[in-house]
């Protein structure tokens, strides 16, 4: 019978050896000290910032890259030039924070407020940014190229010349945003919400716009060449000189090449 832990043990059944095996994990087990945050930390890569509160901290030039900074609180915090790329900043407080000429390539932002951010010069693609609130922020001239934004709230967001190249935009709230020349080619809009939104002269070659609500919104000029729109909402939609060559039309019907301002059978 195996009594202790008192060692050597003698311990010659299959019961008491297993039963002591276990033990021995549990304690390895237990000896581990499991990475936690530390808020006292400086700004490096990898560092661990979960729930800090680093509210108005200049972080500019920063090497955040792969950083931990989930749930923190960085409300107006500065981090021009930043290097973000990697970092986890799911469900952070970014209210305000200034982005500008910041890189955060595949950073990930699910569930970030950040409301009157800056991102001037902000390197963006790759980035998630599903559930994000980015109401009013402006992002004119941003690279999004092949960022996932599932149901952010980007209403009445400034986007005019941004990059959104197979961007991942489904059921995204894009109401009254401005979109004037963005590059959305291949991008999925199913379902998305682009009423009363300004897409002239943008391009959305190819585009997923299956259900889309595209009511009172003003696509004079855009490019839609190759575009889904079946199901869309479009009454009141302005599609003066729209190229709709081989658009799918909402009808589920294919406009004929060459095709501009109406779908032509």
């Known amino acids: 019978m195996c009594s202790s832990l008192r060692f050597p043990v003698d ?49 500019s030039g920063a090497d955040l890259r792969e950083a ?18 990697g970092a986890d900043l799911g469900r952070a407080d970014l ?21 009157n ?18 109401g009013g922020v402006d992002l004119t001239g941003v690279n999004l190229d092949g960022a996932r934004l599932y149901q952010t709230e980007l209403d009445a ?21 401005s979109l004037k020349g963005a590059v959305l080619d291949g991008a999925d809009l199913s379902k998305a919400i682009l009423e009363g939104a300004d897409l002239r002269n943008a391009s959305l070659r190819d585009a997923q716009l299956d259900n889309v609500n595209l009511l009172d919104a003003d696509l004079s000029g855009a490019d839609l060449s190759g575009a889904d729109l079946h199901g869309a909402r479009i009454d009141g939609a302005d599609f003066t000189g729209a ?23």
């Open 11 to 59: 311990c010659r059944s299959i019961t008491c050896r297993s039963g002591l095996t276990t033990l021995v994990l549990l304690a390895l087990l237990l000896s581990v000290n499991p990475a936690s945050a530390n808020c006292e930390d400086p700004p490096g890569r990898r560092v661990n910032w979960t729930r800090c509160d680093k509210a108005g901290a200049d972080l």
């Open 68 to 85: 931990v900074l989930s749930r923190a609180n960085l409300r107006e915090a500065v981090l021009v030039d930043a290097r973000l790329s």
């Open 95 to 115: 209210q305000g924070v200034d982005f500008t000429g910041a890189v955060m390539r595949g950073a990930r932002l699910v569930g970030a407020e950040l409301q």
């Open 117 to 134: 951010a800056a991102f001037v010069g902000t390197a963006m693609d790759g980035v998630r940014l599903d559930r994000a609130t980015l």
């Open 157 to 177: 967001a400034l986007l005019d010349g941004a990059s959104l190249r197979e961007a991942y935009l489904e059921q995204a709230d894009l109401t009254d945003a």
């Open 243 to 265: 190229q709709l060559d081989s658009t799918i039309w909402v009808d589920r019907r294919r406009c004929r090449p060459g095709s501009v301002g109406a779908c032509e059978r």
